[in-house]
């Protein structure tokens, strides 16, 4: 971690206190060792009778008592700021503003964040090309991780002429949501019903739209912009009988996002039970799942759908389907907050309640058999799934006992995956390389539910 390499926290934070509760001075050790250095030296000199040794220690001396008398007053304060755009992950950037007192000369940062090393940078107290009394010191983060994440810490401490130095003041420790990022995808998997009177997508039934249906003589209640004069003209050459072009009403579509948060792996299985700290630059499963439903969610709520989340670890009510641009905040929002939670307090008995007639996004580890239990259950009621798999890819480890565990574990999952594909349930991984590739197979998955679909008319969704 380098200066220009800290991760910020949201707004402002207060001014920076010193550890011990007050803004005082101290002497350094040099100051200490100038006052000793100079008394043994005097006080030799003049019991020994040997005026050229007491001289030696005069120097010490003038140096002590002119740093006393030059101690300094004013603290130095320190106050961390942010740009006022939202956090999302990858680069993050902030301004650590010093004040620059005269008394102060160097001022020393001793800059942490969880998961980075420890930078130790010294500063002048002040900078020509910046205004007098006022030091900025520009920090910057690299980092993969999202959700509530713990921020850096800075210590800093001035000292003046190497003699007197100021208590350590500490600034930030604060915690910070990030948001997780959206990748650009193109079609996506639509519910086989799409409810709504109006929408993006062209449905079976009669009504406004630009998908043709069939001619039609005109009827009480058909508008007159729909009249076909060309197929009148050919039909009833005597205007007996008017015809009008009937089309396929639009309409939109349903889906959920269910986040199974109650997982948080990363790739070393050294940290699956708790222990060790987590890479800044290596995304967990819960990363993962939530990168993987901000972008589904960008694709349909742009393409004008309704989207609505649910978070398997939390409890509290789930965020109902809705549009619009302010409902993607919403949903960023809520993906970032999601975390897991305490096994020990309980587990659901229900699976969450779906919407009639929607599509179901299974964000999922697939680490045990609950996800198969959700899957089965919406599907005997009618609702589409589609389970994507945001386990990372786990490193090899010498350990022969996690090895041997992992391998179990690993079986078990690939079993309840099989059983997935011979329930006809699409799974996508989400997940190393085939990240990248996640837009075609959500296209091909979207072209193969329409072709299986009997009665479906291209370009449409069934009634």
Request: aromatic share 4%.
């Amino acid at each position: 971690m380098t200066i220009g390499g800290i991760i910020v926290a949201r707004g402002r934070t207060p001014q920076g206190k010193p550890a011990d509760g007050h803004h005082g001075w101290r002497p350094t050790s040099a100051h200490t060792a100038a006052v000793v250095t100079g008394v043994i030296l005097l006080g030799t000199g003049v019991l020994a009778g040997r005026a050229d040794i007491a001289l030696i220690g005069v120097p010490a001396l003038l140096t002590a008592a002119w740093a006393h008398a030059t101690r300094p007053q004013a603290p130095q304060h320190g106050t961390l700021h942010e740009p006022e755009t939202p956090a999302t992950a990858g680069e993050l950037t902030a301004t650590l503003h010093l004040t620059t007192p005269d008394t102060a000369d160097i001022t020393h940062l001793r800059i942490k964040a969880a998961g980075h090393r420890t930078t130790h940078v010294a500063l002048a107290a002040r900078s020509r090309a910046e205004e007098p009394g006022e030091r900025r010191v520009p920090l910057r983060l690299s980092s993969v991780r999202t959700g509530p994440q713990e921020t850096f810490a800075i210590d800093l401490r001035a000292s003046r002429h190497g003699t007197w130095e100021q208590e350590p003041i500490e600034v930030g420790g604060a915690s910070r949501l990030v948001l997780p990022a959206a990748a650009p995808l193109g079609r996506l998997p639509l519910p086989q019903r799409l409810r709504g009177l109006t929408g993006p997508h062209s449905s079976r039934r009669l009504g406004d739209g630009s998908e043709l249906r069939d001619i039609h003589p005109f009827t009480p209640g058909d508008r007159l912009r729909r009249i076909d004069w060309r197929t009148t003209a050919r039909r009833s050459p005597d205007l007996d009988t008017l015809y009008v072009r009937r089309t396929y009403a639009t309409a939109e579509a349903t889906a959920v996002l269910v986040v199974d948060s109650r997982d948080d792996v990363g790739p070393d299985l050294r940290t699956w039970r708790g222990y060790g700290t987590l890479r800044v630059d290596e995304p967990t499963s819960l990363d993962l799942a939530r990168h993987a439903a901000a972008s589904v969610a960008r694709a349909l709520l742009e393409a004008g759908d309704r989207v609505g989340l649910e978070d398997l670890a939390r409890r509290r009510r789930p965020l109902p389907p809705a549009a619009g641009r302010r409902h993607l905040r919403r949903v960023v929002h809520g993906l970032a907050l999601a975390h897991p939670r305490d096994r020990a307090a309980g587990h659901r008995v229900r699976p969450p309640q779906v919407p009639a007639d929607a599509i179901v996004y299974l964000f999922t580890t697939v680490l045990d058999d609950e996800p198969l239990h959700l899957v089965r259950t919406w599907r005997a009621k009618g609702h589409p799934v589609v389970v994507v798999d945001t386990l990372p890819d786990v490193h090899p480890i010498a350990e022969n006992h996690l090895w041997i565990a992992w391998r179990i574990a690993r079986m078990e999952r690939e079993d309840r995956l099989a059983a997935l594909e011979r329930e006809a349930v699409p799974v996508l991984r989400w997940a190393g390389q085939e990240r990248e590739r996640a837009a075609v197979r959500f296209e091909a998955l979207a072209r193969a539910a329409q072709r299986h679909v009997p009665g479906r008319v291209p370009g449409t969704a069934a009634p």
